[in-house]
Protein backbone atom coordinates (compact mmCIF):
# COMPACT_ATOMS: atom_id res chain seq x y z
CA UNK A 1 0.00 0.00 0.00
CA UNK A 2 1.46 3.16 -1.06
CA UNK A 3 1.74 6.07 1.83
CA UNK A 4 2.87 9.43 1.75
CA UNK A 5 3.32 11.06 5.63
CA UNK A 6 3.81 14.49 5.96
CA UNK A 7 5.75 15.59 9.04
CA UNK A 8 7.13 18.73 10.64
CA UNK A 9 3.69 21.16 10.77
CA UNK A 10 3.02 23.59 14.16
CA UNK A 11 2.70 26.60 15.67
CA UNK A 12 5.08 29.21 14.93
CA UNK A 13 5.22 32.87 14.77
CA UNK A 14 5.16 35.50 11.56
CA UNK A 15 8.98 35.65 10.49
CA UNK A 16 9.58 32.24 12.05
CA UNK A 17 10.97 29.02 9.93
CA UNK A 18 9.56 25.14 9.55
CA UNK A 19 10.48 22.49 7.57
CA UNK A 20 7.71 19.97 6.22
CA UNK A 21 8.58 16.35 5.61
CA UNK A 22 7.10 13.51 3.15
CA UNK A 23 7.98 10.40 3.64
CA UNK A 24 6.83 7.45 1.18
CA UNK A 25 6.16 4.21 1.45
CA UNK A 26 5.27 1.50 -0.62
CA UNK A 27 6.53 2.17 -3.40
CA UNK A 28 10.17 3.99 -4.42
CA UNK A 29 9.26 7.84 -6.36
CA UNK A 30 12.42 8.65 -7.29
CA UNK A 31 11.52 8.43 -10.89
CA UNK A 32 8.28 10.93 -10.40
CA UNK A 33 7.79 14.16 -9.60
CA UNK A 34 6.20 15.43 -6.07
CA UNK A 35 4.46 18.41 -4.99
CA UNK A 36 2.84 20.21 -1.93
CA UNK A 37 -0.23 21.64 -2.12
CA UNK A 38 -1.91 23.55 1.06
CA UNK A 39 -5.64 24.02 1.61
CA UNK A 40 -6.79 27.31 4.43
CA UNK A 41 -10.13 27.21 5.70
CA UNK A 42 -13.09 28.28 3.38
CA UNK A 43 -10.59 28.02 0.71
CA UNK A 44 -9.53 25.99 -2.30
CA UNK A 45 -6.55 23.41 -2.64
CA UNK A 46 -3.80 25.56 -3.54
CA UNK A 47 -0.56 24.33 -5.72
CA UNK A 48 2.51 25.97 -3.22
CA UNK A 49 5.73 24.04 -5.23
CA UNK A 50 6.77 20.51 -6.87
CA UNK A 51 10.13 19.32 -8.26
CA UNK A 52 11.11 16.94 -10.78
CA UNK A 53 12.13 13.53 -10.30
CA UNK A 54 15.72 14.21 -10.50
CA UNK A 55 15.46 17.41 -8.44
CA UNK A 56 17.06 19.29 -11.03
CA UNK A 57 13.62 21.39 -12.14
CA UNK A 58 11.72 23.23 -9.08
CA UNK A 59 8.69 25.30 -9.45
CA UNK A 60 7.11 27.85 -7.08
CA UNK A 61 4.20 29.49 -6.41
CA UNK A 62 4.33 33.15 -6.76
CA UNK A 63 3.43 34.09 -3.14
CA UNK A 64 6.22 31.63 -2.20
CA UNK A 65 9.44 32.48 -3.91
CA UNK A 66 12.27 33.48 -1.82
CA UNK A 67 10.90 31.82 1.26
CA UNK A 68 10.28 28.19 0.29
CA UNK A 69 12.49 25.49 -0.89
CA UNK A 70 11.40 22.19 -1.68
CA UNK A 71 14.02 19.61 -2.31
CA UNK A 72 14.20 16.04 -2.51
CA UNK A 73 16.41 13.13 -1.13
CA UNK A 74 15.68 9.73 -3.42
CA UNK A 75 17.70 7.46 -1.02
CA UNK A 76 15.20 8.27 1.64
CA UNK A 77 11.79 8.66 -0.95
CA UNK A 78 11.35 11.93 1.12
CA UNK A 79 10.84 15.25 -0.15
CA UNK A 80 10.99 18.56 1.90
CA UNK A 81 9.84 21.79 2.18
CA UNK A 82 11.67 24.69 4.12
CA UNK A 83 9.46 27.65 4.90
CA UNK A 84 10.99 30.08 6.18
CA UNK A 85 9.85 33.72 7.35
CA UNK A 86 6.23 33.14 7.45
CA UNK A 87 3.60 34.61 7.07
CA UNK A 88 -0.14 33.98 8.62
CA UNK A 89 -1.51 33.82 5.67
CA UNK A 90 0.83 30.82 5.31
CA UNK A 91 -2.05 29.10 7.29
CA UNK A 92 -3.03 25.39 6.16
CA UNK A 93 -3.01 22.47 6.22
CA UNK A 94 -0.03 21.19 3.83
CA UNK A 95 -0.18 18.18 1.55
CA UNK A 96 2.67 16.59 -0.86
CA UNK A 97 1.50 14.67 -3.75
CA UNK A 98 3.35 12.20 -6.02
CA UNK A 99 3.23 11.87 -9.81
CA UNK A 100 2.56 8.26 -10.94
CA UNK A 101 4.07 8.64 -13.89
CA UNK A 102 7.89 8.38 -14.20
CA UNK A 103 10.39 10.81 -15.31
CA UNK A 104 7.56 13.59 -16.44
CA UNK A 105 9.53 16.36 -18.81
CA UNK A 106 6.94 19.09 -17.49
CA UNK A 107 6.82 18.92 -13.61
CA UNK A 108 3.07 19.33 -12.81
CA UNK A 109 1.48 22.12 -10.77
CA UNK A 110 -2.05 21.15 -10.96
CA UNK A 111 -3.16 18.50 -8.31
CA UNK A 112 -5.43 17.04 -11.04
CA UNK A 113 -1.80 15.42 -12.34
CA UNK A 114 -0.88 13.75 -9.09
CA UNK A 115 -2.14 10.60 -7.86
CA UNK A 116 -0.64 10.06 -4.24
CA UNK A 117 -1.62 12.41 -1.83
CA UNK A 118 -0.76 12.71 2.22
CA UNK A 119 -2.93 13.17 4.74
CA UNK A 120 -2.32 16.56 5.77
CA UNK A 121 0.20 18.17 8.16
CA UNK A 122 -1.06 21.31 9.92
CA UNK A 123 0.77 24.93 9.92
CA UNK A 124 -0.32 27.68 11.58
CA UNK A 125 1.30 30.91 11.78
CA UNK A 126 0.20 33.22 14.59
CA UNK A 127 0.66 37.16 13.96
Known amino acids: QVQLVESGGGLVQAGGSLRLSCAAS????????MGWFRQAPGKEREFVAA????????YYAEFVKERFTISRDNAKNTVYLQMNNLKPEDTAVYYC????????????????????WGQGTQVTVSS
Open 97 to 116: AADAQAHTIVVPTVGTRYDY
Open 26 to 33: GRTFSSNA
Open 51 to 58: ISWSGGSK
